[in-house]
């Protein structure tokens, strides 16, 4: 039976191809050798008539700007990367962009013929990653299709199905031994190359030390690498540190004596810790560029975080227990008291507290 008029068409194509229905719409007319002719725009292509004709169906159900059809998933990704992450810590950009970078598969495809399938194989070809991972792209994807409904771009919203599929084990956090923490010492000119056969060494970025800031301040490593050295007070020994993560975060970090050779080292540039184009690091490359292969140099299993782990196990061990209300100010933990101003008698409560660490 013949469509209605402006309905639109399917039409097989000749040879052996893949997908050889081919759905087709009438945009307008246009003159050519003094005849009138139609212009047509294809919706798609289908591998049965059955799939062709549904998606002319639902076209004519819900029609939708034809313009918007080739809209990709890079495009609804960027629109909501900008909103989502105004208010987020540079880390965490990061860590969605990281994400992001799994999905290249999706990039150029039009959101219009996203399905659950792709979406998973892409889940299911990460799931040796960590569950904090999965939980990302399923993120992205849940933003980027729910822009697609709120635009009219497509009817289903496919992200809903999704299963994560991580096989990572949680890393039980290890700290950092006495005899670890003093080879870090020995090691403070450790040079190690960068990779891809770069000129520079480690050894211009000095990033050994960083280690031994965290171990001795329990400062996130998040942290660390946002921090200008305006912030820092070496005097009063302390650094004014507007966390990001929590309202705990936003805390007066007291500065222990061993390490305040290696902070007073650092204050040459904007960013306490900077790359050679003073420029501050982010995670990813702090971690991948240089925390895990001085490890690998050194024979020592650790994360970043475990610096902080160990702080606070060593803290408890000199007589600051984990629990109390000044450790928890001292490493921005929630429940202390936070909204309380800090006299200068509580700066050397903090400070005197964080040089009782021995290791």
């Known amino acids: ?64 700007d034809l313009n918007l059809h080739h809209i990709t998933c ?34 150029q495809q039009p959101i219009t013929s996203v399905k659950k399938a792709h979406m998973q194989a892409i889940l299911d070809d990460n799931q040796h990653l960590s569950a904090s991972v999965q ?27 999704l299963e994560k599929s991580s096989t990572a084990t949680q890393m039980a956090r290890s700290i950092f031994s006495r005899s670890e923490i003093s080879c870090l010492w020995q090691n403070l000119t450790l040079a190690l190359p960068l990779p891809n056969g770069s000129r520079h060494h480690y050894i211009d970025v000095r990033l050994v030390d ?8 329990g400062i996130r490593i998040g942290e660390l690498l946002q921090i200008k050295t305006a912030q820092i007070d070496l005097k009063k020994q302390i650094i004014d540190l507007h966390g990001t993560k929590t309202k ?34 982010n995670y990813d490359a702090y971690k991948k560029c240089f925390f895990d292969p001085l490890m690998a140099q050194l024979k020592m299993q650790h994360k970043p ?16 227990a984990a629990g109390s209300v000044i450790l928890k100010r001292i490493v921005g933990h929630a429940n202390a008291d936070v909204t309380e101003s800090y006299t200068h008698k509580n700066i050397r409560q903090l400070v005197s507290a964080v040089n009782k660490l021995k290791y």
């Open 135 to 161: 939980t990302r792209l399923k993120t992205i994807f849940s933003g980027i299709f729910r822009l697609a409904l709120e635009n009219d771009l497509i009817s289903v919203d496919y992200s809903h199905y």
């Open 248 to 281: 705990a975060a936003k805390r007066i970090l007291p500065l222990h004596k061993e390490i305040l050779p290696l902070i007073e080292a650092r204050m040459h540039g904007t960013y306490l810790i900077e790359a050679p184009t003073g420029q501050n690091l």
């Open 1 to 64: 039976m013949k469509n209605p008029n402006g309905y639109g068409g399917v039409s097989k194509l000749p040879g052996n191809r893949r997908r050889p229905y081919r759905v087709r719409l009438t945009t307008g007319w246009q003159q050519e050798g003094g005849k009138r002719r139609q212009k047509y725009h294809t919706l798609g292509y289908y591998a049965s008539r059955r799939a062709a004709l549904i998606a002319l169906a639902d076209y004519n159900k819900r029609p939708y």
């Open 305 to 320: 975080h475990d610096c902080r782990h160990t702080f606070i196990s060593g803290m408890d061990s000199c007589g600051v």
């Open 210 to 217: 960083t280690i031994l800031i965290m171990l001795y301040s």
């Open 74 to 107: 890079a495009e609804l990704y960027k629109k909501w990367y900008a909103k989502h992450t105004a208010r987020l810590s540079q880390s965490s950009c990061y860590s969605f962009a990281a994400a992001w970078k799994k999905c290249a598969a999706l990039w």
